[in-house]
């Protein structure tokens, strides 16, 4: 009886141990004065096309328990000829970032899964983003390109965003 417990709360730990990953969505990034009002305005009204998707991963322990945001995103997102470069439709040099979070978003902020990759899920994303083509053309290959695959290549679920923007998700 007692091999069994243990056996079953050790099976409880190793499933609590894998680093947790999340999406984000944050307001786009824009020059200031109108443009940036406009950003902030669409995000307020959930407008989703004019949102910049992100990866969250929490690790499950120390010491590297503090939550990292992965993102993609133009090299300089607030000048005014890479937002217009942008709007066209035309190819802009892009950047893999990586920022500390002391905690979550409140909102707009959904739990995708546990990572499920041999290694912990922030070496993971430093390999997968060595492999990331870092030329950024909107609704081609940007930030949702980038969160759809992160967020597959850590958990093995696909079009997560396309399932968020339906109410479909479910993390389970």
Known sequence: ???AVSSATQSTVISR?????YVAAVPLRATKGPAQ???STAYSLNVWDLQHFMVII???SPPNSQALVFDFQPQDPENIYIALAVLSGRKVPGAVLTRKLKRLP???CWFIGSSVVELDAVDATYKFNQ???TDLRVGHHDCRDYTDGLVEYLTGKKSVLECLRSG???SS
């Open 131 to 133: 492999s990331w083509q």
């Open 168 to 170: 479909s998700y479910s």
């Open 17 to 21: 141990s894998k680093d947790e990953v």
């Open 1 to 3: 009886m007692v091999s």
């Open 106 to 108: 409140k909102s707009k």
């Open 58 to 60: 929490k690790p499950s």
């Open 37 to 39: 009002l406009l950003m």
